[in-house]
């Protein structure tokens, strides 16, 4: 019989190990899972690792890595920082949406004005709009307790709405022949959020993600408000004695955390994307949640995390249209990469021990 025993100290050895394992142990499944819809399993997962890295067409993916990245690590950055403080905002998803649609409304609210401080006002603009998305959640629990777990994945739904009659509505493009969807930042320069080295990929989000991988290692590392975060994460009662506001902590992690996902919004609808439509979203404020887990919380790990996870994105893509795998069976993948680590998180805490029937 297999029992589990709690070890004295979690062990920093299987803490390292699990997201390698977690990998590879997903590689194996995933392998199944396309071996059992009829295709060739070691054909489908060199697709999805090795050619958008070393393949015939590589020139072109690789710098997609660092626009499907970008988002992933920003968001992630920030769901980090409450997570390590146990404040749990699974709601990304939907102030990631707020932020887009916020900066975007700013850029077209001065269209066709060129100037060089648009931009920065659509920055701005997205940032607030995913802050005051996550505040409603952090509000309600310090005022009445509530479940940010709940509060934060629900509005996501109404995001989604506010985003579809955004479409359809407000931020239609009276130019667009009544079809849905906002006038395009392509064609609007001073509200395009450009390469900054052209055919790189990397753009102001882009940026913007290593410059939150490299301040959240500093807050957590050299600021006693990091040491509060995780203070509080992993002794809450010592925590309290120590002096830490709960309230002020519940805040500043939420509202940083949905800060930084309307940055993602606002960069990705005035960069890659182009417009609000309806269809905007992708999914990124969820799939951050596996990136933030994969990176361990620590945002050296979550930038490598972030662009594995790109890598997935972009060799998913490829799969679909050169082994017309369905992009459920991709989802799927990606899911069982959360379900291993978080699976095999287990053994970082205890052991597994092999009992003899009758041993008391």
Same mark, same amino acid.
């Given at each position: 019989?297999?029992?589990?025993?709690?070890?004295?100290?979690?062990?920093?050895?299987?803490?390292?190990?699990?997201?390698?394992?977690? @990998?590879?142990? *997903?590689?194996?499944?995933?392998?199944?899972?396309?071996?059992?819809?009829?295709?060739?399993?070691?054909?489908?997962?060199?697709?999805?690792?090795?050619?958008?890295? %070393?393949?015939?067409?590589?020139?072109?993916?690789?710098?997609?890595?660092?626009?499907?990245?970008?988002?992933?690590?920003?968001?992630?950055?920030?769901?980090?920082?409450?997570?390590?403080?146990?404040?749990?905002?699974?709601?990304?998803?939907?102030?990631?949406?707020? /932020?887009?649609?916020?900066? &975007?409304?700013?850029?077209?609210?001065?269209?066709?004005?060129?100037?060089?401080?648009?931009?920065?006002?659509?920055?701005?603009?997205?940032?607030?709009?995913?802050?005051?998305?996550?505040?409603?959640?952090?509000?309600?629990?310090?005022?009445?307790? *509530?479940?940010?777990?709940? @509060?934060?994945?629900?509005?996501?739904?109404?995001?989604?709405?506010?985003? $579809?009659?955004?479409?359809?509505?407000?931020?239609?493009?009276?130019?667009?022949?009544?079809?849905?969807?906002?006038?395009?930042?392509?064609?609007?320069?001073?509200?395009?959020?450009?390469?900054?080295?052209?055919?790189?990929?990397?753009?102001?989000?882009?940026? +913007? $993600? %290593?410059?939150?991988?490299?301040?959240?290692?500093?807050?957590?590392?050299?600021?006693?408000?990091?040491?509060?975060?995780?203070?509080?994460?992993?002794?809450?009662?010592?925590?309290?004695?120590?002096?830490?506001?709960?309230?002020?902590?519940?805040?500043?992690?939420?509202?940083?955390?949905?800060?930084?996902?309307?940055?993602? /919004?606002?960069?990705?609808?005035?960069?890659?994307?182009?417009?609000?439509?309806?269809?905007?979203? @992708?999914?990124?404020?969820?799939?951050?949640?596996?990136? &933030?887990?994969?990176?361990?919380?620590?945002?050296?790990?979550?930038?490598?995390?972030?662009?594995?996870?790109?890598?997935?994105?972009?060799?998913?893509?490829?799969?679909?249209?050169?082994?017309?795998?369905? +992009?459920? &069976?991709?989802?799927?993948?990606?899911?069982?990469?959360?379900?291993?680590?978080? $699976?095999?998180?287990?053994? *970082?805490?205890?052991?597994?021990?092999? &009992?003899?029937?009758?041993? $008391?």
């Amino acid at each position: 019989m297999i029992q589990l025993e709690k070890r004295p100290q979690p062990s920093r050895l299987w803490a390292l190990l699990t997201p390698v394992v977690a @990998v590879v142990i *997903t590689m194996i499944m995933g392998g199944l899972l396309f071996g059992a819809l009829g295709k060739n399993p070691v054909e489908a997962i060199r697709t999805i690792f090795y050619d958008p890295l %070393f393949g015939e067409f590589s020139f072109y993916y690789r710098p997609q890595l660092l626009v499907k990245g970008g988002p992933l690590i920003l968001i992630a950055i920030g769901l980090s920082l409450g997570f390590r403080a146990g404040i749990w905002n699974i709601g990304a998803e939907g102030q990631y949406i707020l /932020g887009a649609i916020c900066g &975007a409304a700013a850029g077209l609210a001065f269209y066709p004005l060129e100037s060089v401080f648009i931009f920065p006002i659509m920055v701005i603009a997205g940032a607030l709009g995913g802050m005051f998305w996550a505040m409603i959640p952090a509000l309600l629990k310090v005022k009445f307790g *509530t479940n940010e777990i709940l @509060v934060s994945l629900m509005l996501v739904y109404v995001a989604e709405q506010l985003l $579809a009659s955004m479409s359809l509505g407000l931020l239609k493009n009276p130019e667009g022949f009544g079809f849905p969807g906002s006038r395009n930042f392509q064609d609007y320069p001073a509200g395009h959020n450009t390469e900054i080295i052209a055919g790189s990929g990397m753009h102001w989000g882009v940026a +913007a $993600a %290593f410059i939150a991988v490299i301040l959240a290692y500093v807050l957590l590392n050299k600021h006693i408000l990091g040491f509060n975060i995780r203070l509080t994460g992993e002794a809450p009662r010592a925590a309290r004695f120590g002096g830490v506001n709960p309230t002020r902590l519940i805040l500043f992690c939420l509202g940083t955390s949905g800060a930084l996902a309307g940055l993602a /919004g606002l960069f990705e609808v005035s960069g890659p994307s182009g417009q609000i439509s309806i269809d905007f979203n @992708v999914g990124y404020g969820f799939t951050a949640i596996i990136v &933030a887990f994969l990176g361990r919380l620590h945002p050296v790990g979550i930038l490598l995390a972030g662009l594995l996870m790109a890598l997935t994105y972009i060799g998913g893509e490829i799969a679909q249209a050169n082994l017309a795998l369905p +992009a459920a &069976a991709i989802q799927v993948f990606q899911g069982m990469l959360l379900f291993f680590l978080l $699976a095999l998180d287990l053994l *970082t805490n205890f052991r597994l021990r092999f &009992a003899t029937k009758g041993a $008391a």
